[in-house]
């Protein structure tokens, strides 16, 4: 093991980045993320683990810096400067190739990360995405990301991917065998090609600036009133605040089934004598751990693995034995004299198909859990600044598992800390709890077995605590608007996250899949757009535009499983004249999103039309619901009912309208979009919708607030759970400061989004185009 200490990593970047023009250093805007704070750097990222038992520690000396003639430097990516000095600076401390290999793995795989973070170009600056409580929509949340690989990428665990419940459900996950297939076509070829770029150390974007800042791309976004929500509920006056400034400003504790909030309190291991020792993790080399993973997933020629026992105890063989079964599933182990010494092989049962057999959820190792524990091992997850569906890819990397062995009620936004319950099948307690040791912005805690998995919507909702800066209203303004957010609440609008980021909506996607546009389809997804986008994806769609060749487009991604590269992949494998079957390459829920975001464009623009027409009142033909039932609200019983009880319907084939004028606005608007709203049903069964309904106001529970007064930005204003772990005390607040924020607590039903809290007390768009515009006349 060695230490870095994090005061030398941030003057090495801190010299790369001066090295660089004016022009060419990260902006100070909404492109660059907020800096980290003390609270958020968890699972020791100074630390290297070095499990190899031949590895010697280095000791690293203050940092000296080789002389080099800056315009050289000036013209290099700010990550490979970076990494110039680093390697200088390892042999300097008595880097070895070879012997440190798996520490300096280790540490790239960790620096890649920060730097991904200091120089990247964020999408997500200030309020930019924010929380959606949707617990029944996963793949909205399923975005591509990259994870550094830390200490167990050759060695302790993981295989990369998502989606609950099979592999192909989510993009961005490589699959576990790569199988022998007779015939490949180009497009396979180039996703393989994808997943061996998306493993190197080369900066993801590898892109160079854009002649835009991001407040000015961001000028082409949508705003709230483009998607339908232009109601308040409240009268009293607004304010501005900038919301989500940092992404610890955000924090969500989920509601499980049960009404409690989860919490991360606890990160002890359940005592189990059937768990194997600790040296499970550390008595592999890095090169037998390398091996080992070439044995297990077909990478080379070997049929089996020998390991020499140095050490011969019929102790340290049965570490080894557990080593091997518990690191590498599918493999099996038996003991061998040769020459006089031992020897641990390991080798596969019965060929491929017994190691896809195992790595199913459905045939896990039975013979290694033991009968009398739960089967599912349930766990308290902290992240930061990761949506769900990334956080599940990492772990089940690197526990070298599938991802559709994990369960949890509802997906967690990614810029935030969030606070939930997964359950993973057959994973011990221990080796979760290993994952603490090397994992960045990951806690894994308050462990416990059990008999049955989670399910998408058993919670009972969110518990969010937000921060909202430099605010400009006065006491009594916060006064007002919060105790009408308690008393009242807000409109229940699908907030803008629903809709996309860029110039393109997805409810447009979702419509042409609706009126069995399919050329329309396919030209929007793929189309070049004005607005903020990754420069691969720009050359890709230019690409596009140009020579109308998937597979040229295609070769212009790194990352080949995001929604496009799916789509070009599809009409490389299926041809131009069959995009219906390219576009079913694309993951189920992630083309459900698009006519689910339809539907709430609709929805939104109908419940602004009902508020206009009626106001804050239930009337005579406005729908309740009774059980899961909706019923009519006649008007002899019009007084047994509140504004709280009214809903109205998405729009599909097995709802009814509301019985006033509003029920003839939706057949306006659909037949406006050639749809007929008497006939929802679609040729391709997964596009018919049955609709749904949903109430049109929404009154929070547990509110609380307080307003403090700070005067450095970059503090945090509260604990979050691992602060309180670590026994940090809570901030102390002057009672003046150069800045006020306003620290919101409040609790929120499934699939209902906190910033339409916000905005109801700000009285303010929460688009991004208007908070970034916000964000940068702040910062300015």
Request: net charge neutral.
């Amino acid at each position: 093991m060695f230490n870095c200490r994090r005061g030398w990593f941030f003057r090495v970047t801190r010299a790369a980045t001066s090295l660089q023009r004016p022009e060419q250093r990260p902006r100070p805007l909404a492109t660059r993320p907020a800096p980290r704070p003390r609270s958020q750097a968890l699972g020791s990222p100074q630390t290297i683990l070095s499990p190899g038992r031949e590895n010697q520690p280095l000791s690293l000396s203050p940092l000296q810096f080789p002389s080099v003639a800056g315009p050289v430097f000036c013209r290099v990516q700010p990550t490979c400067f970076v990494l110039v000095f680093i390697h200088h600076y390892l042999l300097q401390a008595g880097y070895v190739p070879g012997r440190h290999s798996g520490s300096l793995k280790c540490f790239l795989g960790a620096l890649k990360m920060e730097i991904t973070e200091m120089t990247g170009v964020s999408l997500k600056r200030g309020s930019l995405a924010v929380e959606d409580n949707d617990s029944v929509a996963p793949a909205e949340a399923a975005k591509r990301q990259k994870v550094s690989e830390c200490c167990l990428t050759k060695g302790q665990d993981g295989l990369e991917n998502d989606s609950p419940p099979s592999s192909e459900n989510v993009p961005g996950l490589p699959e576990a065998v790569h199988t022998k297939e007779g015939k490949k076509d180009s497009a396979a070829q180039l996703d393989i090609e994808g997943e061996e770029e998306e493993d190197g150390l080369s900066e993801e974007g590898d892109e160079e600036e854009e002649a835009e800042s991001f407040a000015d791309m961001m000028k082409h976004g949508l705003t709230e009133l483009d998607v339908g929500i232009t109601k308040f509920v409240s009268s009293h006056q607004g304010f501005s605040g900038i919301l989500k400034e940092r992404y610890s400003d955000f924090v969500v504790h989920e509601i499980g089934k049960d009404g409690r909030i989860s919490h991360l309190d606890d990160l002890s291991v359940p005592v189990d004598d059937e768990d194997p020792s600790e040296d499970v993790f550390t008595v592999l080399t890095d090169e037998e751990k390398q091996r080992l993973e070439e044995l297990q997933l077909f990478k080379n020629k070997e049929t089996s693995v020998a390991i020499e026992v140095v050490e011969d105890t019929k102790e340290k063989r049965t570490v080894i034995h557990q080593a091997i079964k518990s690191l590498y599933p599918g493999l099996e182990t038996k003991t061998e004299d040769r020459e006089g010494k031992k020897y641990i092989v390991a080798y596969h049962a019965a060929g491929q198909k017994a190691l896809a057999k195992v790595r199913t959820a459905a045939d896990p190792r039975k013979h290694s859990w033991p009968k009398s524990r739960g089967s599912y091992c349930h766990f308290v997850l902290y992240k930061e600044n990761k949506d769900t569906m990334d956080a599940i890819n990492v772990l089940s990397k690197y526990l070298r598992v599938k991802p559709n062995i994990f369960s949890y009620m509802g997906t967690k936004d990614k810029r935030a800390i969030t606070v939930q319950e997964i359950a993973v099948l057959k994973i011990t307690a221990q080796r979760l709890a290993h994952l603490n040791k090397c994992l960045m912005n990951f806690k894994l805690g308050n462990f416990s077995y059990q008999k049955s998995p989670l399910k998408l919507g058993e919670l009972q909702g969110n518990h969010f605590t937000v921060v909202l800066r430099n605010i400009t209203g006065t006491d009594d303004q916060v006064q007002q608007a919060m105790n009408s957010l308690k008393e009242i609440g807000f409109i229940n609008y699908y907030g803008m996250q629903r809709f996309g980021t860029t110039a393109v909506p997805t409810y447009e996607v979702g419509r042409a899949i609706l009126q069995n546009s399919w050329a329309e389809v396919m030209d929007l997804i793929l189309k070049p757009r004005s607005g903020a986008e990754k420069g691969y994806l720009v050359r890709c769609r230019e690409e596009w535009a140009k020579t109308k060749d998937p597979a040229a487009a295609l070769r212009k991604l790194p990352v080949k499983r995001c929604v496009e590269g799916q789509l070009l992949r599809g009409l490389s494998k299926y041809g131009m004249k069959n995009i219906v079957s390219a576009f079913g390459i694309i993951p189920r829920n992630n083309r459900l999103m698009y006519i689910h975001s339809y539907q709430s464009y609709v929805w939104n623009n109908m419940v602004s039309k009902r508020i206009e027409e009626y106001g804050l009142k239930p009337v005579p033909g406005d729908l309740a619901l009774k059980g899961a039932t909706a019923t009519y609200i006649e008007e002899d019983d019009v007084h047994s009912y509140s504004i709280h009880d009214v809903v109205m319907p998405l729009p599909g084939f097995d709802v009814i309208y509301p019985k006033h004028k509003i029920s003839e606005a939706y057949r306006e608007m659909l037949t406006a979009d050639n749809l007929d709203i008497d006939n929802m049903r679609h040729k391709i069964r997964d596009y018919s919708l049955s609709g749904a309904y949903r109430k049109i106001i929404i009154r929070p529970q547990n509110v609380s607030w307080e307003v403090v007064a700070y005067d450095d930005p970059k503090i945090p204003l509260f604990n979050t759970d691992v602060d309180n772990l670590e026994g940090k005390p809570p901030p102390v607040f002057a009672s003046e400061g150069k800045y006020r924020a306003l620290k919101m607590d409040f609790s929120l039903p499934p699939s209902t989004y906190a910033t339409m809290a916000i905005r109801e007390v700000l009285k303010m768009d929460t688009s991004i185009k208007n908070q970034t515009q916000l964000n940068t006349t702040w910062l300015r």
